[in-house]
């Protein structure tokens, strides 16, 4: 599967912006599809995931209360709505197809990537 994520930009501290992840080459179906963020100099951190074929959501508690995690069936894409942003949480957001279903909060269980798209959030 391909991902490709859009929506990054600039936004002040308390904003709110939406990031999406576009799956092609197959439909999504008994896929987790994650987040993960990298700020600069730092490693690749683990946001959330959703379980496609339920729904289900998970966050990291960094997140947790701020971000969601939904699909859209028809569109094959993941959204991550974020809200009262932080400066912290400035970084290249990526979303992530995994076909596992056991250390969904580690890269290493994800199998495609999508570029990578950058949030930035001024204090």
């Known amino acids: 599967v391909q991902l490709v994520e859009s929506g990054g930009g600039l936004v002040q501290a308390g904003g709110s912006l939406r990031l999406s992840c576009a799956a092609s080459g197959r439909p999504l179906s008994s896929d987790f599809v994650g987040w993960f963020r990298q700020a600069p100099g730092k490693e690749r951190e683990f946001v959330g995931f959703i379980q496609w074929s339920t729904g289900t959501p998970y966050y990291a508690d960094s997140v947790k209360g701020r971000f969601t995690i939904v699909k859209d069936f028809l569109k094959n894409t993941v959204f991550l709505q974020m809200s009262s942003l932080k400066p912290e949480d400035t970084a290249d957001y990526y979303c992530?197809?995994?076909?596992?279903?056991?250390?969904?909060?580690?890269?290493?269980?994800?199998?495609?990537w999508g570029q990578g798209t950058q949030v930035t959030v001024s204090a």
């Open positions: 992530a197809a995994s076909t596992r279903t056991s250390d969904l909060t580690q890269t290493t269980a994800y199998d495609s």
